[in-house]
């Protein structure tokens, strides 16, 4: 089963620009993780945001959480083009399984 | 960080026939381990939840007949696709929890199976 919708689906900007990802959920959660991954590849853990927490940064990712609205934002400052990659949200429940998101593939133009 | 290893990362066979994957994970033990199928331009579907010394728990629409799964180690979990057909190919990919509040999941590097 999937969690819930990314949106967007794809996003094309401009090195330097910013990029935001937004991704919803359906069910309670314990805590909220991004991931990336490169066409073909394993996924690569980005951050994780737990459901008491509202916002966290990493580096030039920030992440926000609204559990009233099941919700989540990934913001990725001042990109690069080796950001190009697909996104992903999951949501991990009481049983440790962790549930994706529909993803976004993000495009970043030299 | 933890390692989870794939093997094989590739895999070609014919139609009918059956497919092994390892999943092993390689500097911590995982008493459960969890497989995911992911088609090309899509997210990761969760198949099955696999656990050391019992049966793996499937995911509504997952066929246990046809993804066999053994977790027969700590440290090694086995998905067989059995009478392989062109609609199982697929990228396939397993991750094991860690960490004290296992929070944090390690995924391998995928197997990417096609069945002609």
């Known amino acids: 089963s999937q969690q819930g919708e990314e949106d967007p689906q794809a996003l094309s900007i401009q090195e330097g620009e910013n990029a935001t990802m937004n991704c919803s959920y359906k069910t309670s959660i314990n805590n909220l993780q991004w991931y990336r991954q490169n066409s073909g590849r394993g996924l690569v853990h980005l951050i994780l945001i737990r459901s008491n927490e509202r916002e966290k940064h990493s580096g030039r990712l920030r992440v926000t959480l609204d559990t009233s609205k099941k919700s989540s934002s990934l913001l990725i400052t001042a990109s690069r083009a080796a950001d190009t990659a697909s996104y992903f949200c999951?949501?991990?429940?009481?049983?440790?399984?962790?549930?994706f998101g529909s993803g976004t593939r993000l495009l970043v133009r030299p | 960080g933890a390692v989870v290893s794939q093997h094989p990362s590739w895999v070609i066979c014919k139609s009918g026939t059956s497919v092994k994957i390892e999943c092993r994970s390689l500097?911590?033990?995982?008493?459960?381990m969890f497989w995911y199928r992911q088609f090309p331009k899509q997210s990761l579907m969760l198949m099955a939840t696999s656990n050391e010394g019992s049966k793996a728990t499937y995911e509504q629409g997952v066929e246990k007949d046809k993804f066999l799964i053994n977790h027969a180690s700590l440290t090694l979990s086995t998905l067989t696709v059995t009478s392989a057909h062109p609609e199982d190919s697929s990228f396939y990919i397993c991750s094991a929890p860690s960490g004290s509040l296992y929070n944090e999941q390690f995924f391998g590097p995928g197997t990417r199976l096609t069945v002609l």
């Open positions: 999951a949501t991990m429940d009481s049983s440790y399984k962790l549930i």
């Open positions: 500097d911590f033990q995982a008493t459960t």
